[in-house]
């Protein structure tokens, strides 16, 4: 059945579109990498077809986050000349449109995954589209460097845990503040997490870098579950303000919400009078009546 269903996927990538069109930012196109027919011989290479299914699906998902990630560089509230921590990047869907909204001369995005697969998917994707703004890291991050941790689930799309009786990591976590170059530091725009509720983790091991660039913070939270007060209480000694982007999200936990913060001084009128008169995707669906964004902290 597995093999049947990864040449229907290939005949459906091999003779469809070649590009993937991510609407709501911008228009961007993303090339797909090129595959032949040998892919199928391959457990690598049935791993790259997947990963290009999926992809294509992507503009259909999150479709809010995208247009307001978009709307914030066309606005200038982010500054492209700095640049993105993309930690959980995966199929590297954000990581290629973002480097594209970028400049590549002044900034970079920093693609973090624990999964060799993801990222050898990542630089694929990005040979294809000539995307050379990406620094590539295999890693875990926490709070502390150097920990053993454990994951539930596959590696491509786990949770992490520091004690378990789960499967144990073959790398020892880090943070970010020791894989962010001391001279990016300063100069981090948006910053980026989809860890799986170890969100509070990896924030408490970028401290550095938080109060020395006060980037734009996006993340997600399962609100029945994750102890979204810790990380609320976090950001409040940089003086954040937190807003629930009002969107549910396709194939993910009913409880699943993404939030992003922006740092105290950051005028967002103007972002939120977009919306007052532009149209959102079709693909859009609202988790509650209100704004796009709904002011949490």
Partial sequence: MQPLLSFLKFVYIRFGAQV???????????NLPKLGFFSLLSRSGRDTISKCFVLRSRPKSEVLLRSIVYQLYRLKILDKSKSIIDIGC????????????LDPEQAKVFAIDPSEDNLRFGKFL??????????????????????????????????????????????????????????????VGLFHLDVEGFEQLVLLGAKDVISSSLPVILFEQHITTD??????????????????INEVLPDCRLDCRNFIAFPQGVDISELLSHYDRASISSQYFPAVFGPVLIEVI
């Fill in 20 to 30: 993937v069109i991510f609407r709501d930012e911008g228009g961007i196109s993303i």
């Fill in 90 to 101: 995966w199929i590297s869907d954000n990581t290629i449109v973002w480097s594209a909204m």
């Fill in 227 to 244: 102890d979204f007060d810790d990380v609320a209480r976090f950001l409040s000694q940089w003086l954040y303000k937190i807003y629930m």
């Fill in 126 to 187: 990005a040979s294809a589209n000539s995307a050379t703004n990406i620094s590539w890291h295999h890693n875990v991050c926490s709070d502390i460097d150097g920990q053993e941790l454990f994951y539930e689930g596959s590696i491509d799309h786990a949770c992490f845990d520091k004690s378990s009786k789960h499967h144990r990591l073959s790398i020892t976590s880090s943070t970010i503040d020791k894989l962010i170059p001391a001279s990016h530091q300063a100069s």
